[in-house]
């Protein structure tokens, strides 16, 4: 079994519509919890971290966090089709940094 | 603007011939990474290095070596490179705080095919 795992997708929706993204995850060590967004031939770019369990919130973006459940979440609201790429979600133990596999997400007009 | 650069953006080389992937960071971040991206595999890390002249194996190391010898830099060095390391290989950077590291900054990556 994986540490992070992450429905590969793809998944597809319309434009202004919210997009949910989800990781679960099995360390209890994790820390620091990211949300990264990679866009075809491009090196992931941050998009969110936190290290609490709780909401943060930035824009169009939410991301949630639950410890107790090992679960985080990635909400974007009134999606564009300029969100369409491929979402990973990364957790941190230390020095360690573990991605999930990603998230494929397209966003039609 | 902040910003990590790899050097270069596409490589195809033969078996055998000895390469270096420059990466370099402007951010006086401490902690530096390489990480390799295949197709159902994610991305998954090389090498990493805490700080200057300190390094330390990742999830996949073999085949690989790198070095801190500056702060800034942190070079990715194949000795005799082989065809499964055709990949898209990526270099990051991140804050630390009390040794744990968060915020990575990662570079536009480096296609390398090996023939």
């Known amino acids: 079994q994986k540490e992070v795992e992450q429905d590969p997708g793809p998944l597809s929706v319309p434009e202004g519509a919210i997009v949910s993204l989800n990781c679960t995850y099995s360390?209890?060590?994790?820390?620091?919890f990211m949300w990264y967004r990679q866009y075809s031939r491009k090196g992931p770019e941050l998009l969110m971290y936190t290290y609490s369990s709780g909401n943060k919130e930035d824009g169009r973006f939410t991301a949630q966090v639950d410890k107790s459940s090992k679960y985080i979440s990635l909400f974007i609201r009134d999606s564009q089709p300029s969100d369409s790429a491929t979402y990973l979600c990364?957790?941190?133990?230390?020095?360690?940094?573990?991605f999930g596999g990603g998230t494929r997400v397209l966003v039609k007009p | 603007e902040a910003q990590v650069t790899q050097n270069p953006r596409y490589l195809i080389t033969v078996t055998g011939k000895k390469l270096t992937v420059t990466c370099s960071q402007n951010m006086n971040h401490e902690y530096m990474s390489w990480y390799r991206q295949d197709p159902g595999l994610g991305l998954r890390q090389i090498y990493y290095?805490?700080?200057?002249?300190?390094?330390d194996k990742g999830d996949v190391p073999e085949g690989y070596k790198v070095s801190r010898k500056e702060k800034r830099n942190f070079p990715l060095i194949l000795e005799s490179p082989s065809p499964n390391q055709t990949s898209l290989y990526f270099c990051?950077?991140?804050?630390?705080?009390?040794?744990?590291?968060?915020?990575?900054?990662f570079g536009s990556g480096t296609r390398l095919t090996v023939v």
């Open positions: 990051a950077s991140s804050r630390s705080l009390d040794r744990v590291v968060y915020g990575y900054t």
């Open positions: 360390n209890s060590a994790f820390q620091y």
């Open positions: 990364a957790l941190t133990a230390g020095n360690k940094l573990t």
């Open positions: 290095s805490m700080n200057v002249e300190v390094t």
